[in-house]
């Protein structure tokens, strides 16, 4: 939006976007059942929905092994973080203020709130492997810590915490704290990969966990998310959300096609770590390091000005973005086709 705004400011024309890699959507569209599904629900657009809520939470608590009063929809995961947000941070409820525990360089939507809403944010730093230091934050633990907020995998690393210790992790903190895990990209670790959180709070632990349709499912636009956590704090939370009643219809009635849709999920999960390969050996080519991913982005440093970057690769017409850690510039790269890896490359090499 930065850029389109500066292209306008200056009044230059502006490039046709060949590739847009720079949100982390979902190259492959909708599964072709959400589609059919879009298209019956036309008929249903003057009516609220009823009953749809109802059947994608059960469908989620069936194989998350967790009951429906579990799990709550949202239309796209934001809504759920800023919610949790105002909970946490601004409501009579829980009191203002307190500290979010988290990582630096993570995603900072769900922080950003919490401090409009007076909390303070204790960030350590990431390990050299650019992963959460779950140790350093157990260690950071004080009485005025009201939340720990954890992305995993990470948005912008792509790093994740192994499995059983993020599970020991939230085992051990959840008693005496909330712990809040952001899993919007949980869907590109194969199954049998996904740390066992769900089974934690369906064991009664304090834990909190987001999700979203808008990556593996590419409903970034249709805007369908949820969270699973205790139902006692689920109910409490949906004072601080349109929740519910947020989904439209379409939305839901296609989120209930496309979850059961497991092929399709392969389909996507399967073409992006292709791609992903693809650039990686591009990178390696041209002499570049980069943070191995799991998710649908990969992080790299650069050796350019962020914003330099970023404009000239999009005068090539390259929609991707750039962040700073440690006064080092990178570009973090989402994973589109692998026509749309090869147009980034060839950009690449011809900036750089
Ligand atoms: N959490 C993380 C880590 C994200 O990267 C994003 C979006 O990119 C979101 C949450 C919010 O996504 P949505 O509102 O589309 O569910």
């Known amino acids: 939006q930065t ?12 490039p046709q976007i060949k590739a847009r890699i720079a949100f982390n959507e979902n190259p492959h569209g909708l599964s072709p059942k959400a589609k059919e599904a879009i298209i019956k629900a036309v008929e249903s657009g003057n009516r609220y929905a009823m009953f749809e809520g109802q059947e994608l939470k059960k469908l989620i608590a069936e194989r998350e092994g967790v ?70 934050m157990k260690a950071k633990i004080t009485p005025d810590t009201k939340l720990v907020y954890i992305c995993n995998p990470n948005n912008p690393t792509g790093t994740v915490i192994p499995a059983e210790e993020l599970v020991a992790f939230s085992k051990e903190v959840s008693p005496k704290l909330p712990v809040f895990i952001d899993e919007a990209y949980i869907d590109f670790l194969k199954p049998e990969d996904r740390p066992a959180l769900p089974k934690l709070v369906a064991e009664g632990h304090n834990l909190f966990l987001t999700r979203t349709f808008s990556k593996i499912h590419g409903f970034a636009g249709l805007r369908l998310g949820y969270a699973i956590g205790p139902e006692k704090f689920l109910k409490e939370l949906q004072n601080y959300s349109r929740g519910e009643w947020n989904p439209s219809v379409t939305t839901l009635r296609a989120g209930i096609a496309s979850y059961q849709d497991l092929e399709w999920q392969n389909f996507c999960r399967t073409e992006n770590d292709k ?49 700073e850690y440690n006064a080092q510039p990178y570009c973090r790269v989402s994973i589109g086709t692998q026509d749309e890896m090869g147009l980034f490359m060839d950009a690449f090499k011809k900036i750089v």
């Open 3 to 14: 850029l389109v705004n500066e292209f306008a400011r200056l009044g230059e024309p502006m």
């Open 67 to 136: 009951k429906p009063e579990n799990i709550m929809l949202s239309a796209g995961s934001s809504e759920l973080l800023t919610a949790m947000a105002v909970y946490f941070a601004g409501s009579a409820a829980k009191g203002a203020g307190g500290t979010v525990l988290t990582s630096q360089f993570t995603y900072d939507d769900f922080l950003g709130c919490a401090k409009k809403f007076g909390a303070k944010v204790e960030a350590v730093p990431l390990t050299k492997e650019y992963r959460y230091d779950l140790a350093a």
């Open 275 to 323: 791609a992903r390969d693809f650039l990686y050996k591009g990178l390696k080519d041209k002499g570049y390091e980069y943070v191995p991913s799991f998710a649908n982005f990969v992080l790299f440093p650069i050796r350019m000005k962020p914003k330099t970057f970023e404009k000239e690769m999009f005068s090539n017409g390259i929609l991707t973005s750039t962040r």
